[in-house]
């Protein structure tokens, strides 16, 4: 019995074409993955993120996960998180997927003690200060865990903070 190894069409369509190969999830033999499976699955392919992980299922499937999202693909058919869809569906729902957004929204929940002094100035004097001393100066001798990441993040919460406003 052979066990995919590999995240591939190719792999799948090598090693699990055959019924009887081995799927460790169930444990048990499984549907060959037909030719029609992997001729629906190279059609959508390119529209899939790199970011969703390729696996054979034991119903003869073949299917892409992430953690919020799976696309399975049929003989027949596709279905997108337990909703059968078209082609042109399946592909308008993969292109909204935005792995690479630019910005995220973050709701944050502070104590009311920090109601006026996010008022009075955003804490931009306080995440400055943070900022000072996570930067060397040459009259000083840092040796902090603090690097360029952190110090771009400060910067970053400053500006955020700037346009925050309370809910």
């Known amino acids: 019995m052979i066990e995919p190894r590999g995240n591939t069409l190719e792999t799948i369509e090598k090693e699990c074409s055959e ?3 081995f799927y460790t999830y169930d444990n048990r033999p499984n549907e060959a993955i037909s030719a029609e ?3 629906r ?11 969703m992980e390729l696996v054979a299922t034991s119903d003869g499937s073949v ?58 100035d955003r804490f931009k004097d306080s995440l400055q200060r943070i900022l000072n001393d996570i930067k060397p100066t040459q009259y000083s001798t840092y040796d902090g865990m603090s690097g360029n990441y952190e110090n771009e993040l400060v910067k970053k919460l400053i500006d955020v903070f700037q346009d925050a406003r309370i809910l």
Not at 41 to 51: C, G, Q
Not at 63 to 90: C, I, K, M, N
Not at 102 to 115: A, D, G, N, Q, S
């Open 41 to 51: 699955a190279k059609l959508i392919r390119p529209y899939v993120p790199m970011e």
């Open 37 to 39: 499976v992997i001729q």
């Open 19 to 21: 019924p009887g190969w």
């Open 63 to 120: 299917q892409w996960e992430d953690y919020r999202h799976t696309l399975e693909v049929y003989p027949d058919r596709y279905r997108y998180d337990d909703e059968e869809v078209s082609f042109a569906d399946a592909v308008k729902k993969l292109s909204e997927l935005d792995y690479n957004q630019k910005e995220f929204k973050l709701e944050l929940t502070f104590p009311k003690e920090f109601r006026e002094h996010f008022q009075m």
